[in-house]
């Protein structure tokens, strides 16, 4: 069956003539596998609307970027939102629950494989960016299983999904109060206690610059080992494109969950790696600490951020960078030892849970992933479960 047999696209579009008083505009850029980072509150009349917000969307609609469907800017309303716009840059896919469930339909679309005949189609175009039709989304062949499969196909997955996003709730929610006693009790301060002393970063931690991986590939039948770069790092995991390195590498340059990692060049972020075991390429800090545990580092290093990114920017060069000399102009205030005893009794567990909860969505993320084509295909059978 084509897809366009169980769904129609794009079937409602906002007029003006509406003179809707209030919109919820969704662009491309604004949602990735599923997660929306921002839907705009914009007020006809006072705020510019985008050309662009032109495509209704309600409960169950499936939204799929046209433009380089490799990039992943797809998603599935699940909540009402009152008077809810997104991008013509979508395909907007509402679907036939006569005979199909939305979930099963939405990860079906979100299968690697189709992502990937997807992008082909799009880098066969000839506009300006590689970008696919309506029709192409229409033309897709899929097996429908009896409806009741569907939804319970769409149902486990949904599950863990959610289960990933409610991790992503918490550990912003953590993260959030970390931050604010940071802030408070080193930061929006007025005058030092008594007992502290003003230091660097380099005082509190060890920067260690990563290798050339170019020069330790595998040799032989050696598996080899992820190399971790910054494509790695912005994006939280290695994958089948990232390049491997010797497992013969040096051990304080081989990564593990819960490291801290700095990229000092090109595009400078600093995040506590969870994405598994990996080799540490140039540009990159290990941020390690005899002395001081990871909370402390870390929030330190990211408080100083902004300034290293400015710094960075300011470089002539092709790629903007800082140098080490910056990580000892970077002040920091070091607590005596039984004030910095009574923090880390409160920040250490609090990253704990953050470490624990983005293991965990990363193993689920892995097992959706494995299950998803099985359970499209039939692999698995799963009419038996209860759910």
Not at 140 to 169: F, Y
Not at 217 to 234: A, C, D, F, M, T
Not at 317 to 335: D, F, N, Q, S, W
Request: aromatic share 8%.
């Amino acid at each position: 069956m084509r897809l366009g047999d169980c769904g129609k696209t794009n079937l409602h579009t906002y007029s003006d003539k509406e003179k809707w008083s209030l919109i919820r505009y969704l662009d491309t850029g604004s949602i990735t596998e599923g997660r929306i980072d921002e839907i705009q509150t914009l007020y006809p009349g006072v705020d510019k609307i985008p050309s662009r917000a032109r495509r209704k969307a309600s409960v169950g609609d499936i939204l799929f970027s046209t433009v380089r469907p490799n990039q992943k800017h797809y998603g599935i309303i699940e909540a009402g939102t009152e008077n809810l716009l997104v991008s013509t840059g979508f395909t907007v896919v509402t679907v036939d629950t006569t005979i199909a469930d939305p979930y099963f339909i939405y990860y079906y679309l979100t299968q690697s494989s189709v992502i990937e005949s997807l992008q082909a189609i799009a880098e066969q175009s000839t506009s300006t960016y590689p970008s696919i039709k309506p029709s192409d989304i229409e033309d897709i062949e899929l097996d429908l299983p009896e409806l009741e499969t569907q939804k319970k196909i769409g149902s486990t997955l949904r599950m863990l999904d959610r289960k990933i996003a409610l991790n992503e709730e918490i550990n912003d929610n953590l993260y959030a109060q970390a931050k604010a006693i940071f802030d408070n009790h080193f930061i929006n301060i007025d005058a030092i206690p008594a007992g502290w002393r003003k230091g660097n970063l380099l005082d509190i931690a060890n920067y260690l610059n990563g290798l050339a991986m170019q020069k330790f590939r595998p040799q032989g039948h050696e598996i080899g080992l992820p190399v971790l770069k910054i494509k790695e790092l912005r994006q939280g995991s290695c994958d089948d494109s990232s390049e491997l390195c010797s497992l013969s590498i040096k051990p304080e340059y081989i990564i593990h969950n819960g490291d801290v990692v700095f990229s000092w060049s090109g595009s400078l972020l600093v995040d506590i790696w969870c994405g598994g075991t990996c080799g540490l390429n140039q540009h990159l800090f290990k941020v390690t600490s005899d002395v001081y545990d990871k909370w402390f580092y870390y929030l330190w290093t990211a408080h100083h951020l902004a300034r290293f990114i400015a710094i960075a920017a300011d470089k002539a060069t092709t790629m903007g960078h800082i140098k080490r000399e910056e990580l000892a102009k970077a002040e920091v205030l070091i607590p005596c030892e039984e004030d910095y005893t009574s923090f880390n009794s409160i920040m250490q567990p609090i990253f704990e849970l953050i470490i624990s909860n983005r293991i965990e969505s990363r193993k689920l993320a892995a097992l959706r992933d494995e299950l998803l084509p099985k359970l499209m295909t039939g692999e698995i059978d799963i009419s038996d479960v209860q759910l």
